[in-house]
């Protein structure tokens, strides 16, 4: 029977930025803290010199011969890449595409219907992937779905561009909608208000106030 082992007590595997006393060998190339290339020096020197301007030695290059190494605030500069990440997702925006299916065949009522669905998507800033269904020897007539796309890419064009045209795909045609770029914003981005208008009787009349938006909000 084996001996047990007793609880792991190793750092979990994973690359890590290695600052100070914990940086190893003898020598060191080292990069002053104003980007100066110092040199080759030895890790006793280069800890003495992060010391003295109260500031870290961090290896950023370690597998290099002799590894590299930097004096730095190491505190201010993970919270600068913290910040930048924290900024990066803020900005960064995710697509999400939704996917509703026609029959060559369908009822207006039902068009209507799955038309809502699309809008209602498309408002939401997520890509709609159209897709019509064919069966049997409906595929020989793929003009009356193509016909579909078509109308509903033209009933939507205030609302969404095409990314890719109808394309008959086995036996199912698909047509993939993109919302389109909000390129106005609220008010005039900033720029001044156009000058008040001049009445008949010299007097000046202040410009009309743009209407307020009203919210609209839709639910299934």
Not at 196 to 208: K, L, R, Y
Request: proline share 9%; with cysteine; glycine share 6%.
């Amino acid at each position: 029977m084996p001996p047990r082992r007793g609880p792991d007590t190793r750092p979990p595997p994973g690359p890590s930025t290695r600052i100070n006393e914990a940086i190893r060998g003898e020598s060191v190339r080292l990069i002053d803290a104003d980007g100066t290339n110092v040199g080759i020096v030895s890790l006793r020197n280069a800890l003495e010199l992060s010391a003295d301007k109260d500031l870290d030695l961090v290896e950023i290059a370690p597998d290099a011969q002799p590894p590299v190494c930097r004096i730095m605030d190491y505190g201010k500069w993970r919270y600068d890449q913290e910040q930048k990440a924290k900024q990066a997702r803020k900005h960064q925006s995710t697509i999400t595409i939704k996917e509703i299916k026609f029959r060559p065949k369908i009822d207006p009522h039902d068009y209507d219907t799955k038309k809502g669905h699309v809008e209602r998507f498309l408002n939401a800033r997520d890509k709609v992937k159209v897709t019509i269904m064919f069966r049997g020897r409906e595929v020989m007539h793929a003009e009356r779905g193509e016909r579909i796309l078509n109308q509903l890419a033209e009933e939507l064009k205030d609302l969404a561009l095409v990314e890719s045209k109808p394309n008959l795909d086995g036996r199912n045609m698909i047509m993939m909608l993109a919302p389109l770029k909000q390129t106005a914003s609220k008010g005039n981005d900033g720029a001044a208000p156009p000058p008040p208008a001049e009445t008949a009787n010299g007097s000046q009349e202040a410009a009309p106030e743009p209407a307020a938006e009203a919210d609209e909000t839709t639910t299934e």
